[in-house]
Nanobody, 124 residues
């Protein structure tokens, strides 16, 4: 059974930083591309960032490019999302997802395993 567990969410002021972590168990993490998605109240879930299984390739949504950084530690089976210069519009539940593919992807449908999400709230 594959488990995907996010942590690190919380309340932060605008302009602040936060780091999310996502631990994966039950699957070969080092062969899985990973992604972060988010869902704001009343909106559909959207892509945020993705990284390939080797950690050598990444992609970001335009709305977070230059502010967020995705990274991974294959020895710890963990992927991270470092968020800086946070804005109130970044407020959302953030989800981590894993796919049975080494190459990264931006489409939710291409991900096979999802976490329960962690709340990030940015106050103005």
């Amino acid at each position: 059974q594959v488990r995907v567990v996010e942590s690190g969410g919380g309340l932060v002021q605008a302009g602040g930083s936060l780091r999310l972590s996502c631990a994966v168990s039950g699957r070969s993490f080092s062969s899985s591309a990973m992604g972060w998605f988010r869902q704001a109240p009343g909106k559909e879930r959207e892509f945020v960032a993705t990284i390939n299984s080797w950690g050598s390739g990444t992609a970001y949504a335009d709305s977070v490019k230059g502010r967020f950084t995705i990274s991974r530690d294959n020895a710890k089976n963990t992927v991270y999302l470092q968020m800086a210069s946070l804005k109130p519009e970044d407020t959302a539940v953030y989800y981590c997802a894993a796919r049975r593919d080494s190459y990264y992807g931006t489409k939710q449908q291409s991900y096979d395993y999802w976490g329960q999400g962690t709340q990030v709230t940015v106050s103005s």
